[in-house]
């Protein structure tokens, strides 16, 4: 595992908890940062190192290297608070994540720390599979469509395109989608109690180069896998 630390800056003060913002997910959202092989990727967070703390990131140098680390200022004021921005490159395909701790150099303890998942796809060569915008919003579409959840009870006419974001990812988008079923739940309900009443879902998509790379549905439901996040399915 490597660790960085970014150096205390100027006049060292007792300061309070800074914020945190992040370019694709924040820590608590459950989802991944998308990568693709030999792509880039931003982690930026506020930061204060004029109060001695500065942020940390650990990380398995297997799949990830850090290119760049840079202090940015808000304001020319002297104190100023700002952001620190880490940038990353995908090494190898697979799953990992990036621990980030906001401490003194001194001191063993952090004051605060944040965990983000990396998801690095496995393109090869230095090449990508070009998909355009429009063909990845029908994959996601007739994935939505076909899902366990929308398949079981779900009302056609009610699916809704909310937003799409671009991904910092070549060929990489999310699909921010609204639909309706006709019972609470997720998936294949078949056999279960349930209440008749009409539910709105919300599904994000990931495409990268053509194939579904995520799909949550209300934040806890994992449309891949048809399991609630954090269950484990080998029970």
């Known amino acids: 595992m490597k660790k960085v630390s970014l150096l205390a800056l100027g006049l060292i003060i007792v300061g309070a908890v800074v914020g945190i913002t992040v370019v ?25 190192p004029s109060t001695g703390y500065s942020w940390q990131a650990e990380y398995d140098e297997t799949y990830l290297e850090l290119v760049d680390q840079t202090f940015q200022v808000s304001s020319e004021a002297l ?8 940038t990353f490159r995908a090494l190898n395909g697979g799953e990992t994540r990036v621990t980030m701790e906001y401490k003194r150099p001194w001191e063993a303890t952090a004051l605060k720390s944040e965990v983000f998942k990396v998801k690095v796809n496995p393109s090869t060569g230095g090449t990508f599979n070009e998909v355009s915008k429009e063909e990845s ?25 909310m937003a799409i974001n671009t991904l910092r990812c070549p060929y990489c988008w999310e699909f921010i989608f609204e639909f309706q079923t006709r019972h609470a739940g997720h998936g294949d309900r078949t056999g279960q109690v349930l209440a008749q009443v009409i539910t709105t879902h919300t599904a994000r998509i ?6 579904v790379a995520t799909a949550i549905c209300c934040g806890n439901w994992d449309m891949i896998s048809q399991s609630y996040m954090g269950e484990d399915n080998n029970l």
């Open 206 to 211: 990931v495409v990268i180069e053509g194939n």
């Open 24 to 48: 694709w997910a924040t820590a608590d959202s459950g989802e991944a940062i998308q990568a693709s092989l030999n792509s880039t990727f931003d982690i930026t967070l506020d930061s204060n």
């Open 79 to 86: 104190g100023a608070p700002g952001k620190e921005v880490f």
């Open 137 to 161: 919003l029908r994959i996601a579409r007739q994935f939505l469509l076909s899902s366990s959840t929308f398949e079981f009870d779900g009302i056609e006419d009610s699916v809704k395109l």
